[in-house]
C-alpha cells in the first residue's frame, strides 16, 4: 500500500515539475503603464550590461503589450517594441568617470528593439527575448 501511495505521489509532483506553462493571448496595454516602463528600464539596462562598447538611451516605447502566465505565481511576459539611441559614453567610461549621466548623441545611431520581459512578484525578472535592429 505504501509503494502505490508513493508511485502516486510521485506521479503527481512530477507533473507539476514537468508541466508547461500556459500562456494566455497577447493583450494591448498603456506603453505608460508603471510596469511597462519598469520591464522596459530593465529591458535596456539588461541590454547595456550585455554590451561593453555603447551605452543606449530608451527614447520611446512604441507599441506594449501583456501575455499572462498560467502558473503557481502570477507572471507576465510583456512585449515591447522600443526605440532606442546611442549615448556618447560607453560603460568602461561611465564607471571610471563616476556614473555621470550618459547623453544621447544628436544624430546617434538608432535602434529598434523587440523585448520580451518576464515579470514576477512585484518586478521584471528576466529578458527573455531581446532581439534590435538599426
Known amino acids: 500500500m505504501f509503494v502505490w501511495f508513493c508511485v502516486f505521489v510521485s506521479a503527481f509532483i512530477g507533473r507539476f515539475v514537468t508541466e508547461q506553462q500556459i500562456l494566455g493571448p497577447p493583450q494591448d496595454v498603456s506603453v505608460t503603464d508603471v510596469k511597462v516602463l519598469a520591464s522596459a528600464r530593465f529591458a535596456v539596462s539588461e541590454l547595456n550590461n550585455a554590451n561593453t562598447w555603447v551605452t543606449y ?13 498560467a502558473g503557481f505565481v ?27 549621466p550618459c547623453v544621447s548623441k544628436p544624430k546617434a545611431s538608432r535602434l529598434v528593439c523587440h523585448f520580451i520581459v518576464y515579470y514576477s512578484l512585484g518586478r521584471p525578472r528576466a529578458v527573455t527575448t531581446s532581439e534590435c535592429t538599426e
Open 57 to 69: 538611451r530608451m527614447v520611446v516605447i512604441t507599441s506594449a503589450q501583456v501575455q499572462s502566465i
Open 74 to 100: 502570477p507572471a507576465w511576459n510583456y512585449i515591447l517594441e522600443t526605440r532606442l539611441r546611442r549615448t556618447t559614453c560607453n560603460p568602461a567610461a561611465a564607471i571610471a568617470a563616476g556614473n555621470q
